[in-house]
Nanobody, 120 residues
Framework: QVQLVESGGGLVQPGGSLRLSCAASGRIRNIDIMGWYRQGPGKERELVAS???????NYADSVKGRFTIFREDAKNMVSLQMSGLKPEDTAVYYCHAKLTPFGFPYRDYWGQGTQVTVSS
């Protein structure tokens, strides 16, 4: 069974930095896209950043220049380095992957979510 397990998150002051990491475990044949979504209070879930297997990245306009996504394929991991954090970045952050497990079809997987709170 495939699982995405997140780490990182927490409370940080405005202007601070945090790093989120996510590891995919299980019998995985191939990981296509990995990324991070977030859902703030009273808001819909939105894409923060994603990275494809060829290394191409996609960022939400609101985080460009502040967040960096990278992946380590040997470890089936994706990380999100966040800097210049703002109160509006406060949200639950979810790891996401599009992958193919052995013996099962290509589909989306989600982590359980990790809280990021930006406040003084």
């Amino acid at each position: 069974q495939v699982q995405l397990v997140e780490s990182g998150g927490g409370l940080v002051q405005p202007g601070g930095s945090l790093r989120l990491s996510c590891a995919a475990s299980g019998r995985i044949r191939n990981i296509d896209i990995m990324g991070w979504y977030r859902q703030g209070p009273g808001k819909e879930r939105e894409l923060v950043a994603s990275i494809s297997s060829d290394g191409s990245t996609n960022y939400a306009d609101s985080v460009k220049g502040r967040f960096t996504i990278f992946r380590e394929d040997a470890k089936n991991m994706v990380s999100l380095q966040m800097s210049g954090l703002k109160p509006e970045d406060t949200a639950v952050y979810y790891c996401h992957a599009k992958l193919t497990p052995f013996g099962f079809p290509y589909r989306d997987y989600w982590g359980q979510g990790t809280q990021v709170t930006v406040s003084s």
